[in-house]
């Protein structure tokens, strides 16, 4: 698999592809614009981060200025529905620390600014990426709510949720259930959650 990519950028395409030339082979990189405008000057040495995404019918290379942009990107597509061009997607509107923030504070309306993200879509989104991605703190006290912690209560709180949605609640009824739950095990905060779902129906 490849990993990275370090050689001459002798093209690059509106749409946000470019071509990486390496000890004389050119290997064609999927990147968004903004990341194919600022990986270096056409004629020169780069270095590109990549994604080396394989189906059964093409292989794919996805590029990107940062290993945090990589680490993100691949966050992204371990999200239920998430593909490549959506996880772009995504990324070009809320870069990692952005996105890290939109969804440590529960901000549904600045992930439906992304092309194709609805309301449902986005609160399923920021419930699995709280598990996904390393959010950030709040320059305060400790992390703000979903960000990890020494007593493990971003875990018990990924595992509260996965077991409302087991019990098939939606998205929304979930973010609303655990939305300044109480920390601590997960059993007292799973029926802490279900006591409040149970008064909302």
Request: hydrophobic residues 45%; negative net charge; aromatic residues 4%.
């Amino acid at each position: 698999m490849i990993g990275s990519l370090r050689g001459t950028l002798i093209d690059r395409s509106v749409t946000g592809e470019v071509l990486v030339e390496v000890s004389g082979v050119g290997y064609r990189v999927q990147a968004g614009p903004a990341t194919a405008a600022r990986i270096g000057d056409l004629d020169g040495e780069v270095f590109v981060w990549i994604h080396h995404y394989v189906r059964e019918d093409a292989e794919t290379l996805y590029g990107f200025a940062s290993r945090d942009e990589r680490s993100t990107f691949e966050a992204l597509l371990g999200a239920h529905g998430v593909g490549p061009a959506l996880a772009l997607a995504i990324l070009s509107v809320h870069p990692p620390a952005n996105l890290a923030r939109v969804v440590a504070e529960d901000d549904a309306a600045a992930l439906c600014l992304v092309p194709g993200v609805g309301k449902k879509t986005a609160a399923r989104l920021l419930i699995e990426l709280k598990t996904r991605l390393d959010l950030p703190f709040d320059g305060g006290d400790g992390p703000l709510q979903g960000a990890a912690s020494e007593d493990g209560s971003s875990s018990a709180r990924a595992d509260v949720r996965d077991a409302l949605a087991g019990l098939g609640y939606l998205p929304e009824e979930i973010a609303e259930a655990t939305r300044d739950l109480t920390d601590g095990d997960a059993g007292s905060m799973l029926k802490e959650a279900l006591r409040r779902l149970a008064g909302s129906r």
